[in-house]
């Protein structure tokens, strides 16, 4: 049964009394939760007899059924039943993007493990070869970011976004390598498949996720980011800005663990680039 649909009334079929009693519901679902019949009918300036109609319209088989049901729906998280949309207007909705990313970038500096990221770094740039692993959308684009850092400081990685993949490549990774995993939430299943496997062939893994996960249990070198989210589910991910954050430290410090060989790489690059497309060396570094 999904209540939250029948509740939210999609398909136009509450009307009247049914109407009022699921916005009552959905204003305060906590609230009903804890109420009795009664308490819910004086709410609604309704009889508890229609209260119980209301709830076997919905498909329940009375109220205390109705309560039961309603209890599951919180499991996804309240502002997804009722999603909050505290901005509107482009002006609104830019200040409140840069105030996240401001904020996210200055919670994580508050936080950040500068020893891990040290360890980390010495422990990427002392390697002969780096796999990057991710799996969604965010920690694919996180790899995927490491990859494009790194390779211009003259280190061999290669990133993947493909749990088979990963797996495949744990069971085949050869001494001197590291292994740099990315989980915003720390429970990816496939993540900790793959650190287990490196664990046991003895090959180093760092993970950048939450503290205290399963990812992060199962890794060696942990950075970790602990961010709260907010209540706006139409708002992008403020946290992606704290872990590009990690990857730009993690960078530059494993670009000064070996200066000599970050400078020629990035000068190689940067000689193609001017030869090739710039002219000169006024733009970025790359594209």
Do not use: W
């Amino acid at each position: 049964m999904d209540l939250f649909h029948a509740l939210s009334d999609e398909d136009g079929r509450l009307a009247g009394l049914d109407k009022k009693l699921a916005h009552l519901v959905l204003k305060d679902v906590e609230a009903v939760m804890n109420a009795s019949i009664s308490e819910l009918a004086e709410r609604a300036g309704v009889s508890p007899p229609t209260v119980t109609r209301f709830c076997r319209r919905l498909g329940c088989q009375g109220y205390s059924d109705f309560k039961v049901q309603l209890a599951k729906m919180p499991y996804v998280g309240l502002r997804y039943l009722v999603p909050e949309t505290p901005t509107a207007t482009p002006e609104e909705v830019a200040e409140d993007i840069v105030a996240k990313a401001q904020n996210a970038l200055f919670q994580f500096h508050r936080q950040i493990d500068l020893k891990a990221m040290n360890q980390a770094a010495h422990l990427l740039r002392g390697s002969e070869f780096i796999y990057a692993f991710g799996a969604s959308g965010n920690s694919a684009m996180i790899v995927n970011e490491l990859h494009n850092r790194l390779f211009r400081l003259g280190c061999r990685i290669n990133s993947s976004n493909d749990h088979n993949m990963n797996i495949m490549l744990s069971a085949s990774a050869l001494p001197g390598t590291v292994v740099f995993a990315s989980s915003f939430t720390g429970r990816d299943l496939g993540v900790v498949d793959c650190l287990d496997v490196l664990r046991k062939r003895a090959i180093p893994t760092i993970v950048i996720t939450q503290s205290g996960s399963p990812v992060a249990t199962a890794a060696d070198v942990v950075i970790p980011i602990d961010l709260p989210e907010g209540k706006n589910i139409f708002r992008p991910t403020s946290t992606r800005y704290a872990y590009l954050a990690a990857i730009d430290i993690l960078a530059n410090l494993v670009a000064y663990a070996d200066r000599g060989k970050a400078t020629k790489a990035l000068r190689n690059i940067k000689e193609e680039l001017v030869r090739r497309r710039d002219g000169d060396d006024r733009q970025v570094l790359g594209d």
